[in-house]
């Protein structure tokens, strides 16, 4: 099956800081989607983003599919945006998607 | 917004007793899905279910699970004996069509004790 690799694995940041966030995967995909885990362990759809870029206020994301990556932008952050941040790949077929591990964001005051 | 709607949103049970799990689809979906997070570990897949039967299911889904959509809306999941290490969160999720976005419920924490 397709693995997903999610890097960094943690970061932590100061408020109002940028990030990017990395999403690598093994084959060629045409689904890919942004969540972020909020603390209460909600999974929050952030970007269905098969290719192109996508932007939704400090947030944006793009995906290079011909280059097997995508990335999650992240401006001006807020304490609000901790959490994890996962990539979810399905394959061709109706079946099963595979999860990133996940990077964990922590926003300091 | 149409959503995927969980119930319950917790739920503890005796190691052993069955478990039922529900889950409403948004509107005119056909592809539905389980997942489940162990505390601290990745999303992982369990089944996917389409046309009234499953279409996969990882090795996770043994004969301890099932699901079915016994009235054309809500979508369950059972457990018919839990365990210990059944404890997680547990996701539904559902898509219009194949190579579509996926939109989650909100999840429901199993604690089995």
């Known amino acids: 099956g397709i693995q997903v690799e999610q890097s960094p694995p943690d970061l932590i940041l100061q408020e109002g800081a940028n990030s990017t966030l990395r999403c690598n995967f093994s084959?060629?995909?045409?689904?890919l989607q942004w969540f972020h885990q909020n603390p209460w362990g909600q999974l929050i759809n952030l970007f269905y983003?098969?290719?192109g870029t996508k932007q939704n206020g400090r947030l944006s994301a793009t995906t290079v599919a011909t280059e097997r990556y995508s990335l999650l932008y992240i401006s001006s952050s807020q304490t609000t945006d901790s959490g994890v941040y996962f990539c979810?790949?399905?394959?061709?077929?109706?079946?099963?998607?595979?999860f990133g591990d996940g990077t964990t964001l922590t926003v300091k005051p | 917004e149409p959503e995927v709607t969980q119930t319950p949103s917790h739920q503890v049970t005796q190691m052993g007793q069955e478990v039922i799990l529900r889950c409403v689809p948004i509107?005119?979906?056909?592809?539905f899905y389980w997942y489940r997070q162990i505390l601290g570990q990745k999303v992982e897949f369990l089944v996917s279910?389409?046309?009234?039967?499953?279409?996969?299911k990882s090795e996770i889904f043994d004969d301890q699970f099932s699901v079915e959509r016994p009235d054309g809306s809500n979508f369950t999941l059972k457990i018919r004996s839990t365990k210990l290490e059944d404890s997680a969160m547990y996701f539904c999720?559902?898509?219009?069509?194949?190579?579509?976005?996926?939109?989650f419920g909100q999840g429901t924490r199993l604690t089995v004790v």
């Open positions: 509107s005119n979906h056909l592809y």
């Open positions: 999720a559902t898509r219009p069509g194949r190579n579509t976005e996926a939109f």
């Open positions: 983003i098969p290719s």
């Open positions: 279910f389409y046309n009234n039967e499953i279409s996969e």
């Open positions: 084959d060629s995909v045409n689904n």
């Open positions: 979810a790949v399905p394959p061709f077929n109706a079946g099963k998607s595979t």
